[in-house]
């Protein structure tokens, strides 16, 4: 009957064995912290969680020179992040969309890692952005290249910016993409 044993196999049943099988199981799972993502009440583990745009998803707060671009513009003041999503895969720290509150409307923004972009592709962020604004009904959408790695991609920003009619674009300055609807902000962020 039991060809592989001399005589069936004898297990115990019974609180002590189910806890003891438990305990042993629970000691081998490793001891994994994890982070909410934005407010939607999901996490990751810390280990894959990316780490060059992670102050665009994690702080409570966007971060502060964004809020101090934004200012100084109408319609863009007191931004609050409503909603974050990482959006590129298997390349986890390559954007972030962000869904946020102004003062008087909602914002849709766009930041990207300023490593390997092409003025392709950053026209086809632009028009990714307008389609998201008028989805969302937001008034405004906002397109932020953050160099937080060192690698210096000013070049394409520059030319993107002249081609638009800015004769001498500079980081860390909001620029206004002329007669859009909704209104179409572009900044590099160093």
């Known amino acids: 009957m039991w060809p592989e044993f001399a005589e069936p196999p004898k297990t115990t049943v019974g609180p002590e064995a189910v806890l003891e099988a438990f305990v042993s199981v629970e000691l081998q799972i490793p001891d994994v912290k994890s982070h909410l993502l934005g407010d939607t009440g999901l996490s990751l583990p810390v280990s894959q969680r990316p780490r060059k745009l992670e102050r665009w998803m994690m702080a409570p707060k966007l971060p502060e020179e964004l809020r101090r671009l934004s200012r ?6 007191d931004l609050e992040g409503l909603l974050r999503v990482r959006l590129s895969r298997p390349e986890p720290e390559d954007s972030v969309w962000i869904l946020a509150r102004a003062t008087d409307s909602l914002v849709t923004i766009l930041v990207r890692k300023a490593v390997d972009e092409t003025a392709t592709q950053f026209t086809s962020h632009v028009s990714f952005l307008a389609t998201q604004a008028r989805r969302y009904c937001c008034a405004a959408a ?11 991609e000013f070049g394409v920003f520059r030319a993107f910016a002249l081609e638009h009619g800015e004769a001498a674009p500079v980081a860390n300055k909001l620029y206004k993409l002329a007669d859009t609807r909704p209104q179409l902000f572009y900044a590099y962020l160093r």
Do not use: I, K
């Open 72 to 77: 100084a513009h109408a319609g863009l003041s």
């Open 142 to 152: 906002l397109l932020l290249l953050d160099e937080r790695d060192g690698v210096d």
